[in-house]
Every structure is written in C-alpha cells, then in structure tokens.
Nanobody, 122 residues
Framework: QLQASGGGLVQAGDSLRLSCAAS????????MGWLRQAPGEEREFVAA????????YYADSVKGRFTISRDNAKNTVYLQMNSLKPEDTAVYYC?????????????????WGQGTLVTVSS
C-alpha cells in the first residue's frame, strides 16, 4: 500500500516536498517513482529512483527543479519540488515499478496509491 502526502496550494516559485509511505517488507526491492495527472490530461511520468537510490530519472519538464529520493529504512520515497510552476498543478501519485524494472517508462509502474493534490497559482 502506498500513501502519498504533502500536497497543497502554493504560489509559483514556491517549493513543496511530497512523501510516500509504503507498507510491506519488500519496499527496498523495487524501483519507485512519482506520476502525475492534471485535470483533463493523461497520467504522466514525473520521476523514478532505483531500488537502492543509485539511479534517478526525470521527465524533461521537471529536470533541474524536482529531486526524488528514498529512505529504505523508513519505507519512504520523497519528491522535493522547487520553483513550482502553474503547469505543475496535478494530482501526484506515488508508484511502484515492476520488480526488476528501472527507467522512465510509464508502463513499468504496476501499482500506485491515492494521490495528493498539488495546486500552483500564478
């Protein structure tokens, strides 16, 4: 089970940190990531991190502004979002990759929890 938190209403240029708490004893075996879905749009890839945090991947739209990290001791993955833009407004979902998968392919995510809403005003 994946539970995302930390969303909210912020102004353009502000920062937010999203957290995702995962249940289960196999968290450290999986790559994890964040997806987002804006109103009227399809879900899209945002960021991913390998099982040991050694590799990270980002969508071009967030590269240089967002940072994904994880703490396997706490079964938690984070998304630090800086320099937020109105186009970052979306529901953000914490997601797990298929066992053995890495990278930025949306199809490699096989489960996700309820999202957290991020609204960025201009």
């Amino acid at each position: 089970q994946l539970q995302a938190s930390g969303g909210g209403l912020v102004q353009a240029g502000d920062s937010l940190r999203l957290s995702c708490a995962a249940s289960g004893r196999t968290f450290s075996s999986y790559g994890m990531g964040w997806l987002r879905q804006a109103p009227g749009e399809e879900r899209e890839f945002v960021a991913a991190i390998g099982w040991n945090g050694g590799r990270t991947y980002y969508a071009d739209s967030v590269k240089g502004r967002f940072t994904i990290s994880r703490d396997n001791a706490k079964n938690t993955v984070y998304l630090q979002m800086n320099s937020l833009k109105p186009e970052d407004t979306a529901v953000y979902y914490c997601a797990r990759q298929r066992l053995g998968a890495t990278g930025a392919m949306l199809r490699d995510f096989d489960s996700w929890g309820q999202g957290t809403l991020v609204t960025v005003s201009s």
